[in-house]
């Protein structure tokens, strides 16, 4: 049981590149997550997904998109990355909405 | 909405003394409270969970921590720590009975072990 497995794990972009953060789960959970924690901010949710084809924003989901095709997959979307997108982006799953799992994270720096 | 107010951005405590995180918690409904601890570079990982039932719970590397509904708190306490406990530490809340709001966290208090 891998878990939670978020790929890659450190990526370095140029303003105004797009690229695509990977989150994959083995433990069939409906929601999934996505999160940015910036230095002292604790962690923020930009979107989650309560099953196959339904997602939906959370409070920072400007200038990301996601989608969730499978269960197991929830990738996010960078389009045009900005500075102010550099963070460390964390994946979790949960089976019931409560406790959540969560991947290893994704450092991104936008230069 | 809920926020959640840690009251401490650092703690330092000499190895093998007790050590107290506070949280504390604001939401209009009730609420499921939990602790997560994350080791440098790591992701995070759950030490305890409030759902329901006996007000103070146990978690894993022998940390406990009581929920207090008048005070509105979930303080993180454990009588001896270990340099190994050196980590931050977040407090998180979500809307009791699940659903898909996620987790709110707090900001985190990044607890010092001196040896």
């Known amino acids: 049981n891998a878990g939670v497995t978020q790929t890659p794990k450190f990526r370095i972009l140029k303003i105004g590149q797009s690229m695509t953060l990977q989150c994959t789960q083995d433990?069939?959970?409906?929601?999934m997550y996505w999160y940015r924690q910036d230095p002292g901010m604790g962690l923020k949710l930009i979107y989650y997904?309560?099953?196959?084809?339904?997602?939906d924003k959370g409070e920072v989901p400007n200038g990301y998109n996601v989608s969730r095709s499978t269960t197991e997959d929830f990738p996010l979307r960078l389009e045009l990355a900005a500075p102010s997108q550099t963070s460390v982006y964390f994946c979790?799953?949960?089976?019931?909405?409560?406790?959540?799992?969560f991947g290893p994270g994704t450092r991104l720096t936008v230069l | 909405a809920q926020s959640v107010t840690q009251l401490d951005s650092q703690v330092p405590v000499f190895e093998e003394a007790p050590v107290e995180l506070r949280c504390n918690y604001s939401?209009?409904?009730?609420?499921?409270l939990f602790w997560y601890v994350q080791y440098p570079n790591q992701g995070l990982q759950l030490l305890l969970k409030?759902?329901?039932?006996?007000?103070l719970v146990k978690g894993i590397n022998g940390f406990e921590a009581e929920f207090n509904k008048s005070q509105t708190s979930f303080h993180l306490r454990k009588p001896s720590v270990h340099i190994s406990d050196t980590a931050e530490y977040f407090c998180?809340?979500?809307?009791?009975?699940?659903?898909?709001?996620?987790?709110?966290f707090g900001k985190g208090t990044h607890l010092i072990i001196q040896p």
């Open positions: 979790a799953s949960s089976l019931t909405g409560n406790e959540q799992f």
């Open positions: 433990m069939n959970h409906n929601y």
């Open positions: 997904s309560v099953g196959a084809g339904i997602t």
């Open positions: 939401s209009s409904v009730s609420v499921y």
């Open positions: 409030y759902l329901s039932g006996s007000t």
């Open positions: 998180a809340v979500s809307k009791a009975g699940g659903g898909a709001d996620g987790l709110t």
